[in-house]
């Protein structure tokens, strides 16, 4: 722009230039707030794809890629288990957030509802409406991670509150009632040998405890899973050792193994 | 029919513009020309300089939809706390009473996500779409969205910093809202990943109140920030793809906001304080196409323009229906 000459067509340029520039802005900034919208969404992506998070997903969970894609996050699953095991990711687990999962040791799912309600709750099919049964659940499969801490392989037995007076975790004992599940910290146990795991264990022959030798007086077993095992994480939560001795390897650790 | 599909421009972020001659109605253009009078001038700045005399202050619709927003968002967090199981879910996908109700933004990107349909999900989707429909789409937005008042709060620090003018209202192009939705829709698609809830403030903010606070409401403090320091309704205007879903779910709203060109001072409170305005240059001199006119499809049904217009030349009408009830 030459000011020396003020011709009327450069002046006229000129304030075409000013209001175009005035739009121009407003298009940079829509463009900029759009790709950085996309970009915060697309941060979600890396949790995920780096597989950060284990997570223990609720009873009827479909292959985990398949489930964060299906589930709509609307917690309805975590609404209507009657011991509120299933939770919510938050937003450091990228698209899995708002997708439930189970936290086996503070709450496990102990099939307290008899009918797995939350796969019925489900309005996407996220938890396979192909579930009817909690012999049918696949989550995950209980491991005796730790057998040195383990009580029943020393042989010990158990006398007290499982993880302690303050445990706020809730388990069916269908010897006490029925129908409504109760603290763990109100079931003090006083056991010979501990077998929490299998005593507690909601599914039938999916746990046993075997003795170590063949001599009649062997007080060490081990706690031995069959293939019965759905990983629903009950013995993680009445396992009265800590460290835990018996985990579950959740079934999206297990997909990315295999 | 073109003034019509004029409007369904703007919300896809089409400019505001004048009636042609031709969209014109002969009646609208001869109440134009009897409104230039001099007398007519002269009437209207009488009106005017009376209302800014004894300025009446209405907040009538503004309430009532901020007791909408609260009772129905308290409806899903007492269903949980309390176990009535009134309304379970979250505002992506509930149960009301039984009854399937979805999203259907995000019901179409799980669907696009998944790559499969659910019935229970398209039972949900058309649920809501209908209910929607007759409340006028985007009445979702202003009488049910709890993102939506959090906005109304902080648009009204905006609106007071830039009157003290500490900030300034940065616009941005309407469009964007409609690139985002079909980028989303993409992604959704193409890494078979719901991308979009990751950065929804509604679902985010919903899931809040329901199950408890997350590490995720600062993405929804920082929407808020922006809103207030930078950009008036950034959110609501120019980002929500759920916005422009239920924006076209009601274009063909029973309820609606009814224009009475009659009526009008031209004095524009209404443009002030509406999160829409290009729906309503319609209000602007001139710009009128018939007498009394159904305001655009991007209208939430807010309610905010009535109770500013203090000749009640703006109110709800049940399009069709006028005569009967």
Redesign the interface.
Same mark, same amino acid.
């Given at each position: 722009m030459s000011e020396t000459t003020p011709s009327p067509a450069p002046k006229r340029k000129k304030r075409l230039t000013r209001s175009q520039l005035e739009r121009r802005r407003? #298009?940079m900034?829509?463009l900029g707030?759009?790709t950085a %919208? #996309?970009t915060? %969404?697309? +941060?979600?992506?890396y949790p995920?794809a780096n597989r950060l998070f284990d997570r223990l997903r609720p009873p009827g969970a479909i292959p985990e890629?398949?489930f964060? %894609?299906?589930? #709509?996050?609307?917690?309805?699953c975590?609404? +209507?288990c009657p011991v509120e095991a299933i939770?919510?990711g938050?937003?450091?687990e990228?698209?899995g957030?708002?997708v439930p999962y189970i936290n086996a040791r503070k709450q496990a799912c102990d099939f307290s509802c008899d009918a797995v309600q939350c796969v019925l709750?489900c309005?996407?099919?996220a938890l396979s409406h192909e579930i009817a049964k909690k012999e049918e659940v696949t989550m995950g499969v209980a491991r005796l991670a730790r057998p040195d801490t383990c009580l029943a392989m020393k042989g010990e037995g158990f006398t007290g509150q499982v993880q302690g007076p303050d445990f706020d975790g809730l388990l069916r004992y269908t010897e006490i009632d029925r129908w409504t599940p109760i603290k763990v910290a109100d079931h003090p146990y006083d056991l010979e040998l501990c077998d929490l795991c299998v005593r507690e264990c909601p599914i039938d022959d999916a746990i046993s405890l075997v003795p170590l030798s063949s001599d009649p007086d062997e007080m060490r077993h081990i706690p031995t899973i069959t293939d019965k095992c759905v990983g629903c994480g009950t013995c993680e939560m009445m396992c009265p050792v800590e460290p835990v001795a018996i985990i579950i390897d959740t079934e999206m650790s297990l997909e990315g193994a295999a | 029919m073109r003034w019509y599909l004029h409007k369904l421009a703007m919300m896809f972020g089409a400019q505001p513009r004048r009636p042609s001659k031709r969209e014109e109605t002969d009646v609208a253009r001869d109440m134009k020309k009897f409104q230039k009078t001099p007398e007519e001038r002269y009437k209207r700045r009488e009106i005017i300089a009376k209302e800014q005399q004894y300025p009446v202050v209405s907040n009538k619709w503004k309430y009532a939809r901020w007791v909408s927003i609260i009772v129905i968002n308290l409806m899903f967090v007492v269903s949980f706390s309390w176990d009535v199981q009134l309304v379970e879910g979250a505002m992506t996908a509930s149960r009301f009473l039984g009854f399937h109700m979805a999203d259907p933004t995000s019901a179409l990107m799980v669907t696009l996500a998944y790559k499969d349909l659910m019935l229970n999900l398209i039972i949900g989707t058309v649920t809501v779409v209908v209910l929607w429909w007759f409340f006028g789409g985007r009445a979702f937005c202003s009488w049910a969205c709890p993102y939506h008042l959090l906005a109304e709060w902080a648009e009204a620090i905006h609106l007071f910093l830039t009157k003290r003018g500490w900030v300034k209202d940065h616009g941005f192009h309407r469009g964007l809202r409609v690139v985002l939705w079909f980028v989303f829709m993409a992604l959704a698609f193409l890494t078979g990943y719901t991308v979009f809830e990751y950065i929804n403030p509604i679902g985010i903010v919903s899931r809040a109140l329901i199950y408890g606070p997350t590490v995720a409401v600062v993405w929804v403090i920082f929407l808020l920030g922006v809103e207030i320091f930078f950009s008036r309704r950034f959110w609501c205007r120019y980002m929500c793809p759920m916005g422009l879903t239920y924006g076209v779910i009601g274009t063909m709203a029973p309820v609606q906001i009814k224009y009475d060109l009659s009526k009008c001072v031209h004095e524009g409170e209404c443009r002030e304080v509406c999160l829409v305005p290009h729906v309503l240059e319609i209000t602007k001199m001139g710009y009128a196409q018939d007498t009394t006119e159904y305001i655009a499809p991007d209208c939430t049904r807010c309610g905010l323009c009535i109770d500013a217009c203090p000749q009640g030349a703006l109110g709800f009408t049940f399009r069709g229906l006028d005569g009967i009830i």
């Open positions: 407003m #298009i900034r829509s707030a759009g %919208a #996309i915060a %969404a697309l +941060v979600g992506w995920v890629d398949e964060l %894609a299906s589930c #709509i996050k609307c917690g309805q975590v609404q +209507v939770v919510l938050d937003g450091d990228g698209y957030l708002g709750a309005p996407t099919g | -």
